[in-house]
């Protein structure tokens, strides 16, 4: 899961040897079992007894961050078909913690952060494409392939498993958010792809 693991790797890069987690290892490692811990410690440090807050996991930075590699190697490679993602920046996610944390309102209350402009991963090559002039496409594999894609750059296990797991969700809908609270919470539209494009 890109928000919790740490990996300096492009989708059809080489992977650099650093990885970090905060998170304990399950076995078979999957988006959905990686994700609920992610929640618990998410909940924890809202600090506010019956107060919840949810993302998918999609800090838009991520999506970017490797950018050079993309547009040398002209594609992204996943196995998240024509599935949405609701990315924000980190700075949305965090003016939203720090909203949470401000006011007494909000006990007993879950929201669901997702960036207010969900974006496809053919879509997210189609943005890289038109900010930069260099022509990126998005080419959709299986999750099976994505996984060997995966392990073939080098990444170690079970990092291969969990990301392929990821698009899997992706796929399947669950990084698609439509709720608004985020926007509300930190009280202007959330940061667009384009923006985090142009910071890259």
């Known amino acids: 899961m890109r ?7 492009s989708r059809a890069g080489r992977y650099d040897g650093q990885l970090t987690s905060t998170l304990p290892i399950q076995k078979p490692p999957t988006y959905a079992s990686v994700r609920s ?9 809202t ?9 998918p996991d999609a800090c838009a930075e991520n999506y970017v961050a490797q950018l050079p ?3 040398q190697l002209g594609a992204i490679y996943g196995a998240a078909g024509e599935g949405r993602i609701s990315a924000a920046a980190r700075v949305d996610f965090a003016e939203a ?5 401000a006011t007494g309102d909000h006990a007993g209350r879950t929201y669901e952060l997702g960036g207010d402009d969900a974006f496809t991963m053919a879509g997210l090559a189609a943005a890289i494409s038109a900010a930069t002039g260099t022509p990126v496409e998005y ?5 099976a392939e994505y996984e060997e894609i995966l392990t073939g750059a080098g990444l170690p ?8 797991d990821v698009d899997r969700a992706v796929a399947a809908g669950e990084l698609f958010i439509d709720s608004g609270d ?16 142009a910071a890259a």
Do not use: C, F, H
Request: glycine share 4%; charged share 15%; hydrophobic share 50%.
């Open 3 to 9: 928000a919790v693991w740490t990996a300096q790797l």
């Open 37 to 45: 811990v992610a929640k618990l410690s998410q909940s924890d440090l």
């Open 47 to 55: 600090g506010r007894s019956g107060t919840a807050t949810r993302t």
């Open 69 to 71: 590699t993309t547009l």
């Open 97 to 101: 913690a720090a909203a949470v944390l």
């Open 139 to 143: 080419r959709n594999v299986s999750q």
């Open 157 to 164: 296990a079970p990092m291969p498993a969990i990301l392929a």
């Open 182 to 197: 985020l926007s509300r919470l930190i009280g202007r539209p959330t940061t667009m792809l384009e923006a985090a494009l």
